[in-house]
């Protein structure tokens, strides 16, 4: 017969240190060297930290990306969840005249995000210390939601319209399409129907 849950055992220095990490992160992201201050506080030696921080992202109670921002820990989902609602908004809303009326146009239709573009959605919403916005588009690009196109510009294939606006044409024949990013097969359903 099978159990119904599993049983880790979690030393109690641990759960004190993720309570004490959720209460000093305000918006959601911690820079490792706050870890490791709150870790000493609770006399937990580095390696016991970073084992910690390693376990309760496994567990998906923080996030640790040690390949592509190994500085950071966030603690919330919110800052990521909602700054990309907001990329995602700005691309369903019609371009309006004005600087950001051209970037605006190209994201919603050709999937171009500059970066220019993020950097005045959110003037005022990103604190430059610790999360910022070259920090945002790694983020995307480890959770291969964008590509870099170059420097300042990346490609994000979910905003693009579900409908195409050009009448259908029947083709008899057709090769499938297959996309890759680093190598790796993305799965369908990051890109419209």
Not at 40 to 60: L, P, T
Not at 92 to 109: C, H, I, M, V, W
Not at 124 to 151: C, T, W
Request: glycine share 4%; with cysteine; charged share 25%.
């Amino acid at each position: 017969m099978l159990q119904r849950f599993t049983k880790i055992p979690v030393p109690v220095r641990w759960m004190v240190f993720h309570l004490e990490l959720s209460r000093c992160s305000d918006e959601g992201v911690v820079e490792k060297s706050v870890c490791l201050e709150v870790g000493d506080r609770i006399q937990m030696h580095e390696d016991d930290v970073m084992n910690a921080v390693k376990y309760f992202d496994s567990v998906a109670l923080l996030m640790y990306l040690p390949n592509k921002l190994p500085d950071l820990i966030f603690t919330k989902f919110d800052p990521v969840v909602s700054r990309l609602s907001e990329v995602l908004a700005a691309s369903f809303t019609r371009p309006s005249a004005g600087p950001l009326g051209e970037d605006r146009r190209k994201l919603r239709t050709t999937g171009i995000l500059r970066k220019k573009f993020v950097e005045e959605l959110f003037r005022g919403k990103f604190n430059p210390h610790p999360f910022s916005v070259d920090m945002f588009f790694a983020l995307l690009e480890y959770l291969r939601i964008s590509d870099q196109i170059d420097k300042d510009t990346y490609f994000i294939p979910c905003v693009l319209p579900l409908d195409d606006p050009n009448p259908v044409k029947f083709v008899t024949e057709c090769s499938p399409v297959l996309l890759t990013w680093c190598e790796n097969v993305l799965p369908q359903g990051f890109f419209p129907a």
